[in-house]
């Protein structure tokens, strides 16, 4: 599917339509003048009334009659509402709201969600409130009303989960679905949580910006609620990322251990390790979101310490209205525009210029004759060919050994579906000259990877299609790793590539030489490439 994000919309359209039905159905209906309900606030804030009133019952395992809902609604109504409703009314009311509003009259009424996966349009059917017949005192019979899971999903969703509770309870969905082995309900689940902080994150960022703007517009509570929601949120989050992220490595080298041959893995076995990849990929970016909201929660402290302590430094500052102070007595007396330049002279005035600056005068000093007969030892004379050719000449053994280290890991990755450098350090030492023509360049192409994390091939090769090139002397790494994909995989199978970094891995290579020959070590953190193919998508 083209957009990811489209996927499960028929069960959003389903909690659009719990709230798009129930306020059709109140608009829609005509009898609501007779109970002196006229407007729409009224009638909305009545029959939600009602719904809490039948939750609170369900919830208590009690009964929730007609009669019990005409006591409660006489009860708020002699209180608040002040209608001229007696108990018979205010029960036929409570018999209004519940069998005609929220049952439709026993019709049952959908909602048509559109399913991007299958093209079509797909009917979720919408139910508030369910009845039972319950006996009271004895032989007495009556229908008690309840909510359905729809009704709960409704009336729970109208009261606003602060963001860190409401992450920590998509967390606890998401560990459920992990022990249970719920793979491709546990990649919805993470995906949800990672926009969750997403959210978060660009809550943090407007708060910068309203702070920028007027830190007096943004109050103290407002400052309080993030910073709590963000200790909250960096306390634990990144240690239970990370041990999540551990168990998900541990299950999928579980299930590729299991079967030698990853190509004969079953339908079945094959989407568990295509989720358990998306997974791990997104607990990577949460970790990576988390670390910047860190970073984020420190600015916004500093920011708004720096911005309240130049309100205060402005506040001192004496101020007048150039109306009440100039232009009126200039008005009453226009002799006065003879001093205007006594007056406004000094607002153009500009900080006097230096003429002494110590440091230039505790530099040793040369004599100009001196200075004069060294530049003139400068040979200014080039030759501007043979400069251009030694350039290219630089250029292009630099481009080669980038070449060379794309090329090894590449097709280390292509050839095995993923690859880790810690994999990497028992090889032989010819195979590290490839891995390591330089170590500066070895460097550079494992940063720039690192930085674009997830690599879609054909959006690359778009990207450089539709891209004017430009002559240059710096050389663009992701060119060079098109071409390199190009020719190690010219049918193009590769789709994606997941690159990431295991911070708690090193990878130890021994005896590399530099450029100047000298044998050294080189540490790192251990980076991990992974290849999707298109049958895989």
């Given at each position: 599917m083209k957009y990811e994000f489209l996927k499960a919309f028929p069960k959003r359209m389903k909690n659009v339509g719990l709230y798009a039905n129930l306020v059709r159905s109140i608009i829609q209906k005509t009898s609501w003048n007779k109970y002196e309900l006229n407007n729409d606030e009224e009638q909305i804030n009545m029959v939600f009334s009602v719904l809490l009133f039948v939750m609170e019952k369900s919830l208590k395992d009690d009964h929730c009659t007609l009669d019990d809902i005409g006591v409660f609604i006489d009860d708020i109504n002699s209180e608040f509402y002040k209608k001229p409703l007696n108990f018979d009314q205010a029960k036929e009311l409570g018999d209004y709201i519940i069998n005609t509003v929220l049952s439709n009259d026993g019709k049952l009424m959908t909602f048509n969600g559109f399913d991007y996966e299958a093209g079509e349009y797909r009917e979720e059917s919408v139910r508030y409130v369910m009845n039972r017949v319950v006996y009271i005192s004895g032989d007495v019979r009556r229908t008690s009303y309840s909510l359905t899971d729809d009704g709960y999903n409704l009336v729970l969703?109208?009261?606003?989960?602060?963001?860190?509770?409401?992450?920590?309870?998509?967390?606890?969905?998401?560990?459920?679905?992990?022990?249970?082995?719920?793979?491709?309900?546990?990649?919805?689940?993470?995906?949800?949580?990672?926009?969750?902080?997403?959210?978060?994150?660009?809550?943090?960022?407007?708060?910068?910006?309203?702070?920028?703007?007027?830190?007096?517009?943004f109050s103290v509570a407002q400052y309080e609620e993030i910073v709590h929601?963000?200790?909250?949120?960096?306390?634990?989050?990144?240690?239970?990322?990370?041990?999540?992220?551990?168990?998900?490595?541990?299950?999928?080298?579980?299930?590729?251990?299991?079967?030698?041959?990853?190509?004969?893995?079953?339908?079945?076995?094959?989407?568990?390790?295509?989720?358990?990849k998306v997974i791990s990929e997104y607990l990577s970016r949460t970790i990576d979101e988390h670390q910047k909201i860190l970073l984020s929660h420190f600015d916004l402290k500093d920011l708004y310490t720096k911005e309240l302590e130049s309100l205060s430094v402005v506040s001192m500052v004496k101020r007048f209205s150039l109306r009440n102070e100039i232009y009126e007595p200039i008005m009453d007396n226009p002799r006065l525009l003879e001093k205007m330049?006594?007056?406004?002279?000094?607002?153009?005035?500009k900080d006097a210029e230096s003429i002494?600056?110590?440091?230039?005068?505790?530099?040793?000093?040369?004599?100009?004759?001196?200075?004069?007969?060294?530049?003139?030892?400068?040979d200014t004379e080039l030759d501007e060919e043979q400069w251009r050719m030694e350039t290219e000449r630089i250029k292009q053994e630099k481009l080669q050994k980038y070449e060379t280290c794309f090329s090894y890991i590449l097709g280390y990755a292509l050839k095995r579906q993923e690859v880790q450098l810690k994999d990497l350090t028992s090889l032989p030492p010819e195979d590290h000259k490839k891995l390591m023509p330089t170590v500066d360049c070895f460097k550079e192409v494992m940063v720039e990877l690192i930085k674009w994390l997830h690599i879609d091939v054909d959006k690359m090769k778009e990207e450089r299609k539709n891209s004017i090139e430009e002559s240059s002397e710096q050389?663009?790494?992701?060119?060079?790793?098109?071409?390199?994909?190009?020719?190690?995989?010219?049918?193009?199978?590769?789709?994606?590539?997941?690159?990431?970094?295991?911070?708690?891995?090193?990878?130890?290579?021994?005896?590399i030489e530099d450029e100047d020959g000298k044998k050294k070590t080189v540490s790192c953190s251990n980076v991990k490439i992974i290849c999707l193919r298109r049958e895989e998508f």
């Open positions: 969703s109208t009261l606003e989960v602060e963001s860190n509770l409401r992450i920590t309870i998509q967390e606890l969905i998401f560990k459920l679905h992990l022990e249970k082995q719920s793979y491709d309900r546990a990649a919805q689940d993470i995906k949800e949580l990672f926009n969750q902080i997403r959210i978060h994150l660009k809550k943090i960022d407007n708060a910068m910006v309203s702070i920028r703007r007027n830190a007096l517009n929601e963000n200790m909250d949120m960096i306390s634990d989050t990144k240690i239970k990322f990370e041990n999540y992220r551990d168990l998900v490595e541990q299950r999928r080298k579980e299930l590729e251990d299991t079967h030698f041959n990853i190509k004969k893995l079953s339908a079945e076995d094959s989407q568990k390790l295509s989720d358990l330049g006594e007056v406004l002279s000094p607002l153009y005035c002494y600056d110590p440091r230039i005068a505790l530099l040793p000093q040369r004599t100009a004759r001196k200075r004069k007969e060294e530049d003139s030892d400068i050389i663009e790494l992701s060119t060079v790793f098109l071409d390199v994909m190009e020719k190690l995989d010219p049918e193009g199978e590769v789709k994606h590539l997941i690159v990431f970094k295991q911070d708690d891995q090193k990878a130890r290579f021994e005896n």
